[in-house]
């Protein structure tokens, strides 16, 4: 785990304006379950509800509290979808698995909104869209081809002419793009620190400052000992993500940790909001070094974008950020940066999410590439189930191998040439 956050990325702007409490008490002493959920995240908030939805003792630790790791912390887009369309999807995983995977991508955000009503969560949830937008002809075409794709497998995208983008950015930046309309913004904290409490309504026991330290298996059960107690369970969930530590090293190795950041102005004027977003779309460009947009339930303007691994180049991409966004739209010149805060995203080899089997009975979901409010939902509820006792190959998401990536050892070297890779490709257009 990285507890030692960096304050150059620690103070949210969503950590700021949290309607729940994020204090859970620390485990002390032993606790028995049918499940042991290992991280509060999405991932791990999700399994656990839907754990004791089925009737089932989860008891879910967090090394911090529910919600600290990036759940809490993102830019509160509802994404839909994975790296590729529909059809890259059946051409890498065929078409059983490639079928079961696009109903779970393409429904993963209805999932977030069910649950959201159904346990009446309070966190600015909308469903306005979520605009790509490309920043060359070659995106746009690529985009518009992704829109199609997903028309002959069950619609949810609108192609965007240059004009269309205009008017629902308000920026001429973009050549077109798409508006997928299954997307939306929610307050991300609220949505992790809601589910928390929608578990514990239903009988989850959660304990906030109990980082699991080692699991070991005796007499058939797992035990998994945190500072002050133990959980002794049946099956075990990780749901660590970007911030798997030594509890399990080939997992946090298979996973490449990278930063984002974001930043927020202070509430803007009504006739400035009313320039920017004016439908409240979330924004992502099709840039690979994307930058994403929107703005808050308070009419702050929030961009985001991919940092590094140290803070001066974090700091410096903060500046970045904030200069990009005056560019965007030049009414933002002069406003008050009230927040900076960023959070690390775990990205695969592939960019697609892994589900895994450590054990025997110790499961795994995580590697959402940046893009987790609804997968890392919808993983939750795959991990629920296959914990509950669906077998692995009737899961709505493959169960692969856990391979670490090669040269893990040297992560930041890694993800410094990644960037570097990247920004050249976006620079080159290609
Ligand atoms: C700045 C930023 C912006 C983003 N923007 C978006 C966005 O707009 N839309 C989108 O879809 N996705 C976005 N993402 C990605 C998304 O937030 C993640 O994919 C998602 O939150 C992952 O959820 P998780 O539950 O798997 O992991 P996390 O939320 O990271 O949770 C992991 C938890 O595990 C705990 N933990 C770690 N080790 C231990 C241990 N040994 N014992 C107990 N607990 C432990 C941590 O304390 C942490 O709370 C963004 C991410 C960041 C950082």
Not at 29 to 41: F, P, Y
């Amino acid at each position: 785990m990285i507890s030692n956050e960096t304050p150059v990325i620690a103070n949210s702007l969503w950590s700021a304006t949290a309607a729940y409490s994020s204090e859970y008490p620390q485990l002390v002493g032993e606790q028995q379950s049918d499940v042991a959920v290992i991280g509060a995240g999405f991932t791990g908030l999700s399994a656990a509800l839907h754990l004791a939805e089925q009737g089932l003792k989860a008891v879910l630790i967090d090394a911090q509290h529910p919600g600290w790791g990036a759940s809490g912390r993102n830019g509160g887009q509802i994404n839909v979808g994975l790296k590729d369309g529909p059809t890259g999807i059946k051409t890498k995983f065929g078409d059983l698995w490639g079928n079961r995977m696009i109903r779970m991508a393409g429904e993963a955000a209805d999932l977030v909104f069910d649950l959201i009503a159904r346990h009446g969560i309070e966190c600015d949830a909308k469903r306005p869209g979520w605009l790509r937008a490309a920043h060359t002809h070659k995106t746009l075409s690529e985009l518009h081809k992704l829109a199609e794709d997903w028309d002959n497998h069950g619609g949810g995208m609108i192609q965007l002419d240059q004009s269309e983008m205009q008017r629902l950015t308000g920026t001429e930046a973009y050549h077109g793009g798409v508006l997928d309309r299954r997307g939306g913004v929610l307050h991300p904290l609220n949505y992790a620190l809601g589910l928390a409490e929608a578990g514990r309504r239903n009988g989850v026991e959660i304990f906030g400052e109990t980082p699991a330290n080692q699991i070991t298996s005796e007499a058939g059960r797992f035990r998994i000992e945190t500072p002050k107690g133990a959980v002794i369970s049946e099956k075990v969930l990780i749901c660590t993500n970007a911030y798997s530590g030594d509890l399990h090293l080939r997992l946090s190795q298979s996973v490449l940790p990278v930063r984002s950041v974001q930043v927020a102005t202070s509430p803007l004027s009504d006739n400035v909001r009313q320039t920017i977003l004016p439908e409240g779309n979330a924004l992502s460009d099709a840039r690979r070094l994307l930058l994403y947009f929107r703005q808050d339930a308070e009419g702050r303007f929030l961009m985001g974008g991919r940092g590094t691994y140290n803070d001066n180049s974090t700091l410096k991409q903060i500046e970045r950020l904030k200069r990009i966004s005056v560019e965007l739209f030049p009414q933002l010149s002069g406003v008050q940066w009230e927040y900076e805060w960023g959070g690390f995203v775990a990205l695969t080899r592939d960019h697609y999410p892994h589900l895994h089997e450590l054990t025997p009975g110790v499961m795994t979901g995580l590697g959402y590439n940046g893009r987790g409010v609804a997968i890392a939902t919808a993983m939750g509820r795959v991990l629920a189930k296959w914990a509950a006792g669906t077998k692995a190959d009737e899961l709505e998401f493959p169960v692969t191998p856990l391979k670490p990536l090669p040269f893990s050892f040297a992560k930041e070297t890694l993800v410094e040439a990644e960037i570097l890779r990247l920004k050249l490709l976006d620079k080159l257009g290609l």
